[in-house]
C-alpha cells in the first residue's frame, strides 16, 4: 500500500466538532476563507488533511511512509490494518469509517540491471495508453495506471536515506495506481473500510477492464 486519499464525512462522527476539534491534531495548519464557510488545512505526519464543517479529507500521501518511516518497504495486510488504527488513533476520528477515494499498490523488485533496461521488453497492455519517459514507464486506462519507475533514482530525489538493504541495488517499482471512481471501478457504490477489502488485494494489483 502506498498513496491513498480517503474522506470521512460529518456523519460519521457525528459527535465531533470537526472544525473545533479535529485541527487540535495537526500540524503545519492554514485557514481558507470562502464564501460558504471555513475550511482548515494541515499535516498528520506526512498526511495531508482538509477539514471543513461538513467532512474531513486525509492523504495524498504514501501510508506506508505514514506507518512505516518510507516507501520502500511492502506493507502486509496487517501493518495496512495497524496504519489505519494509527491514523483514527492520531486523529481521533474513526477512520475505518472513512471512504477510500484513491489509492496505490506497489511492489519493489531487486535487479540485475538499472530499471529503465527493462522497459523496453514490456510491450503493449491492452486497452491502455502506453507512455515511455527516460526514467519510467505508464500505462494509462481511464481512471487508472500501471506505472514502473527507477525507485532508487526517484527516492533520492526525495532526500531520503537509503537503507543498507538497497545500497548498491537497482530497485524496479511497479505500482497500480487507482486515482478516482474507486468504488465505480470495483462495481461498488462505497469503498468504506480498507481492512474489509484487504483479501482482495491481489485483484486490486492485476485487475483490468
Not at 9 to 20: F, R
Not at 47 to 70: P, Q
Request: hydrophobic letters at 35%.
Amino acid at each position: 500500500m502506498d498513496k491513498i486519499s480517503l474522506i470521512l464525512t460529518k456523519d460519521k462522527a457525528p459527535n465531533t466538532d470537526l472544525l473545533g476539534e479535529i485541527p487540535l491534531f495537526l500540524n503545519n495548519m492554514s485557514e481558507h476563507y470562502f464564501e460558504n464557510g471555513i475550511s482548515i488545512t494541515g499535516r498528520l505526519g506526512n498526511m495531508k488533511v482538509n477539514v471543513n464543517e461538513h467532512r474531513v479529507k486525509i492523504g495524498g500521501a504514501s501510508l506506508c511512509k505514514y506507518f512505516l518511516g518510507d516507501n520502500l518497504k511492502e506493507m502486509s495486510r496487517n501493518e495496512i490494518k495497524s496504519a489505519f488504527q494509527k491514523m483514527s488513533d492520531d486523529i481521533h476520528l474513526p477512520i475505518k469509517d472513512a471512504e477510500i477515494k484513491s489509492f496505490e499498490f506497489g511492489k519493489n523488485i531487486i535487479t540485475n540491471h538499472q530499471p529503465q533496461t527493462y522497459f523496453r521488453y514490456l510491450g503493449n497492455k491492452p486497452h491502455s495508453n502506453r507512455f515511455e519517459q527516460k526514467n519510467s514507464l505508464y500505462y494509462s486506462q481511464n481512471s487508472t495506471q500501471f506505472v514502473g519507475y527507477d525507485k532508487i533514482l526517484e527516492f533520492k530525489k526525495s532526500g531520503g536515506i537509503l537503507p543498507a538493504l538497497y545500497q548498491n541495488c537497482n530497485l524496479l517499482r511497479l505500482e497500480k495506481r487507482y486515482q478516482k471512481n474507486v468504488a465505480n471501478y470495483f462495481n461498488c457504490s462505497a469503498i468504506l473500510s480498507f481492512s474489509n477489502c484487504l483479501s482482495f488485494k491481489s485483484v486490486f494489483f492485476f485487475k483490468s477492464k
